[in-house]
């Protein structure tokens, strides 16, 4: 037994019980078992002063989104832009200082508020403005020498500035807006339509708009302060929860790999929270974790392989992670990683970009003033070899359905790949918008009339005017597509000149 006058933890001297035929029993003892877990020693590190981007000017516009977009090939950041909204995409490997005429991407003629890469082509960015649209944009694989004005297809139906974006996660083309308008539309930007409008289910600004892991739910947060998971095809609120947190600070919703929901807000007092919640009983969360008291909103990055949620405050200089478990008290707090300089916006780089040799489980590009800096978190391991129990397969880039299949009421879990030989990305692929024609859909049928010699000469004139305008269409289209294509060897020729004389 331990000796009285030991203190908790240290054994004193005593028998061995084993010589008793009836050791006597041992008093229950309050020492703390730790939780086992191969996330418990995850390691943050800043990049190195060669691994940063440098002379950004990154934009001061007041908006709670992450300013920041990364897939594995580049690297978009929304920056300061006079008359209008511009973003700046860099190839990822092209760290150090940016030069201050580095094309930028200038379609809008409002300030960018969001931005997203396409999960299913790495080429493939969607912008949102207070311009009221969306556009989105092919970046081609070489660096242009001129700003990408021309989108591929712009998208209307908002009346008022557009905040958030969000790509479908498993069908092709499908993608989501959300406006101060309080209406979320789902496009489908293969053809320039819009596919559902919910424009009846907030009666306030829309704050977070989250998709599940196969894209048959959303998760969104508003201003009312009313947590909401909707059923988008059906337009329907299946579970909704008033006042998840108590202050009147924006708060945020993630779905977790299992279906759970994570949010942070505010208490009564200011104090940011985590909560975790069961879309089965929403009376109250399964947890609920305090932090500080600070303003800055906390937005949330999900990691559904490990199960780790990272929570970056704008403002903040530091990033907290908590591992997400079946098991209580269900969220596990793990640490903090802390520098001296506050975060303007953040991207975090799918799982497939990261690099495995390293024991890489997350990589975030935190927006400074001036510069975007990697923050890079390991789990220090021994061995070279692939560490399977840190990576399971993961989404890849392939959709698993299409947008009319997902529009019918079909859902398909995301298409995973392993990342064992490492993730090489496919070639780039061309976005081609077919947008229907509306001379394919024919006059609705009626009750036939007699046409008088008239009609009949009018009606012959209009197609005869028709075939005409189509034929010059038609001549016209081809005459752009051939100085288009002389453009792109132009630039060819010049970025192969330019990097000769390197």
């Known amino acids: 037994m331990p000796h009285p006058s030991c203190s908790e933890g240290e054994q004193g001297p005593s028998p061995n019980l084993l010589s008793h035929p009836h050791p006597p029993p041992l008093p229950a003892m309050s020492r703390r078992v730790v939780r086992q877990s ?18 950004i000017r990154v934009s001061k516009v007041t908006w709670d989104s992450s300013f920041c977009a990364v897939n594995p090939k580049f690297l978009a950041i929304i920056v300061e832009a006079g008359g209008g909204g511009a973003f700046i995409v860099l190839p990822l490997a092209k760290t150090g200082r940016v030069d201050k005429n580095h094309p930028t991407v200038n379609g809008h003629t409002a300030p960018v508020l969001d931005i997203d890469w396409c999960p299913h082509n ?10 009221t649209t969306i556009m989105v944009w092919q970046i081609p ?20 500035r557009v905040g958030i974006l969000s790509w479908h996660p498993t069908a092709r083309n499908v993608l989501l807006s ?16 819009m596919l559902l409008s919910l424009d009846d289910m907030h009666p306030d600004v829309i704050h977070s708009v989250c998709w599940n892991t196969n894209g048959s739910l959303l998760s969104t947060t508003c201003k009312d302060k009313t947590l909401r998971v909707i059923d988008p095809r059906k337009g329907q609120v299946v579970a909704e929860r008033a006042r998840p947190h108590e202050g009147a600070r924006p708060m945020r919703a993630i779905f977790t790999a299992v279906g759970k929901l994570l949010s942070t807000g505010f208490s009564r007092m200011s104090e940011r929270q985590l909560a975790l919640w069961d879309l089965n009983n929403f009376e109250e969360p399964m947890a609920l974790q305090e932090m500080d008291t600070s303003n800055g909103v906390l937005l949330p990055f999900y990691d559904p392989d490990s199960g780790i ?17 079946d098991e209580p008290p269900f969220v596990h707090y793990l640490n903090t990683f802390s520098s001296k300089e506050p975060q303007r916006g953040m ?31 390991t789990v ?28 019918a009421g079909q859902d398909a879990d995301p298409i995973l790949i392993s990342l064992r030989d490492g993730y090489v990305p496919p070639k ?75």
């Not at 191969?38 to 002379?55: I, N, S, W």
């Not at 970056?312 to 591992?323: A, L």
């Not at 391991?381 to 299949?405: C, H, I, M, N, V």
């Not at 209009?462 to 081809?478: H, I, V, W, Y």
């Open 428 to 502: 780039s692929r061309e976005l081609r918008v077919t947008k229907r024609n509306i001379l394919d859909v024919r006059p609705p049928t009626g009750p036939r009339r007699s046409q008088s010699a008239s009609d009949a000469s009018f009606s012959q004139q209009q197609q005869q005017t028709l075939e005409t305008l189509l034929e010059e269409m038609k001549s016209l289209r081809e005459r752009v597509q051939a100085q288009e294509e002389r453009i792109t060897a132009l630039e060819n020729m010049l970025c192969e000149f330019v990097d000769g004389t390197d």
């Open 380 to 407: 220090p391991r021994k061995s070279d070899l692939f560490q399977d129990d840190l990576y399971p397969d993961t989404p890849g880039p392939e959709p698993s359905l299409e947008a009319d299949e997902w529009l």
């Open 178 to 193: 959300a406006g101060g308008d309080n209406v979320i539309i789902i496009w489908n930007v293969g053809t320039g339509e």
């Open 122 to 131: 790495d080429s493939v960015i969607a912008s949102a403005s207070e311009d």
């Open 38 to 55: 191969k996330f418990r020693h995850v390691f943050g590190q800043a990049g190195k002063a060669e691994q940063t981007y440098e002379d």
């Open 309 to 325: 949620v990272y929570l970056c405050g704008k403002g903040d200089s530091s990033i907290r992670y908590f591992e997400i478990t």
């Open 141 to 160: 694989d070489y660096t242009p020498v001129r700003n990408i004005t021309e989108p591929i297809v712009t998208l209307e139906g908002h009346s008022k």
């Open 347 to 377: 991207g975090f780089m799918p799982k497939r970009g990261l690099d495995v040799s390293k024991c890489e489980i997350a990589r975030f590009y935190k927006l400074h003033e001036r510069k975007c800096e990697p923050i890079i978190m």
